[in-house]
């Protein structure tokens, strides 16, 4: 990283935010370069476990193994386990939950044990589920490594995914810590940086009118690592948790967080996971429901078609959409978890900051997917 940017995203100073819940509570650090010293305040409770068992990405293991072994060791937490599973989404499935638990059994692993998640969204998912599962459930820490995961790795939702649609196997269950480093986002792909951003952008939907907007700008002017990650971050988990901390279980207020996520889930699945990633289909999927606000009444059309322009602007894969027929899209959002007999539901916005859950028919959806196309093709030919 050059060296202006490295001042420029050190001179954030560790951020520390709490999440409040009934059941459990914890912190969540976010700063740059600081893993060791995130890792102070936990070196005496983490030495109380039986194991501990790092459950690293692959690929970042072999990008970061030195740096995370260092923090570890001038904390004198040297005795761990090291498991490595499959870079990326493919470590969502059942035979990688299988594999780590039939590891843990074999290391006699009981219920005093810590697992660390080190890795992207993916790898916090797994292992989550693996913590939630493992001998009815043992105690695990969120190590993010992507821009994306400052929403993957809070908020206790874990997950594999099933032949038949995505996260569709999973449970709640919330991590005793984050420790949130961006430094690791040194060796992120333009690509990552792009998903990452999609939740980002969510969150500033849901939230602010003005951040949305300087959040907006900011993407535009700088290039994706002069980002001031830890200062955005920041906001974006705090618009997480506060949603997080009022309806943990996702009965009414959390289903805001899938602002995007109908059709998204549906676009990841439908087009291929190697094809698309989840923030990339997360930006498309929201302008699916911000077109279908339009349709509603409630914002404007012209906006969408901002909209669609800027994110076609930042590269993301607007033209893969029409590579899969409507019906597919619909009979995969028909197993979306929010579906009710009612019928499938989208997050839509009244305003910015002011989102609404509603079920939505077969005919405005396919009449939406239509224009979708229409609006798309009119960007890419501006
Ligand atoms: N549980 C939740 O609340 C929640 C929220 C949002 C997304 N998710 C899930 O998160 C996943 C997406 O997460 P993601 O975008 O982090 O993707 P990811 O974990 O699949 O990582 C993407 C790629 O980046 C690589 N990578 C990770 N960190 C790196 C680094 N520092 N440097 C270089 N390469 C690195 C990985 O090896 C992988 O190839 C999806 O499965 C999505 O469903 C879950
Ligand atoms: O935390 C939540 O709640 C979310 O919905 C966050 C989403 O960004 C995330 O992709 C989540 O995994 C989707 O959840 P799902 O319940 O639709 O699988
Ligand atoms: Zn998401």
Redesign the pocket.
Known sequence: MCRVNEILQRSFKMQKIHVSLQSSSYDILLAHNELAEMLKGYRESWRQYDQIVVIP????WQ??EHYFREAMTMNGLENYLVKPIP???S??SIDVWEEVQTFLLQQNCNRNTLLVAF???????VV?FIAATFLRGVDYCQM??????H?????????I?HSLG??LLGAFHQPIAVLYDSS??????EK?FR??FA?LWKHAWLSDANWLQELEISVLQNSWRSIPWVAELTKGIQVKVSIVERDVFERHERKY?NFGHTFSHAL?KGIGYSEI???EA?AIGILFDLLISAEKGFIPHQLVKEKITFIHSLGYPLNKVSSVPFENYYELMVRDKKATKTGIQFVLLHTIGNPVVETIEKKLLLHAYHLFQQLIEEVAND
Do not use: I, M, Q, R
Request: some cysteine; hydrophobic content about 25%.
């Open positions: 990405d692959e690929h970042v990008l970061h870079a990326g989404e470590s969502k890795g992207g969204g993916a790898c916090g998912d989550g993010p490594t992507t821009v994306l995961a929403d993957s790795s809070v908020g206790g939702k874990t997950a995914n995505k996260n690791f986002f040194d060796t992120l792909s990552e998903s990452g939740e967080l990841e990633s989840h923030g997360v």
